[in-house]
């Protein structure tokens, strides 16, 4: 079992950047690729960004390339999601995701492949 806490939403202006957290407990994090996924009001649940268990292997949305950066610190059971120059249509409920990886390094784009869910931080981005 792997439980999953992010932290770091909150209300932004346009332009300006979060760092969004997600603390993981558990089983042995560094065999589990995780991904970074929103949900918008009215809007089905979207990925973001993901990464490998390694964090050789990195995914972005074409929507937040260039934008946002993913990145993982396996010593600190943690990864993160840097937001930058943060849009209206950013707002939304951020979660992060895990999937256990016994071979390979991959990342995962579909939500269907995560194991593990947080509970999700809100990012409201205001014009």
């Known amino acids: 079992q792997v439980q999953l806490v992010e932290s770091g939403g909150g209300l932004v202006q346009a332009g300006g950047s979060l760092r969004l957290s997600c603390a993981a407990s558990g089983r042995t994090f560094s065999r589990y690729a995780m991904g970074w996924f929103r949900q918008a009001p009215g809007k089905g649940r979207e990925p973001v960004a993901a990464?490998?268990?390694?964090?050789?292997?990195?995914y972005y949305a074409d929507s937040v390339k260039g934008r946002f950066t993913i990145s993982r610190d396996n010593a600190k059971n943690t990864v993160y999601l840097q937001m930058n120059s943060l849009k209206p249509e950013d707002t939304a409920v951020y979660c992060c995701?895990?999937?256990?990886?016994?071979?390979?390094?991959?990342?995962?784009?579909?939500?269907?492949?995560?194991?593990?869910w947080g509970q999700g931080t809100q990012v409201t981005v205001s014009s």
């Open positions: 995701a895990a999937k256990s990886t016994i071979t390979g390094d991959g990342y995962y784009c579909e939500s269907i492949s995560y194991n593990y």
């Open positions: 990464i490998s268990w390694s964090g050789g292997r990195i």
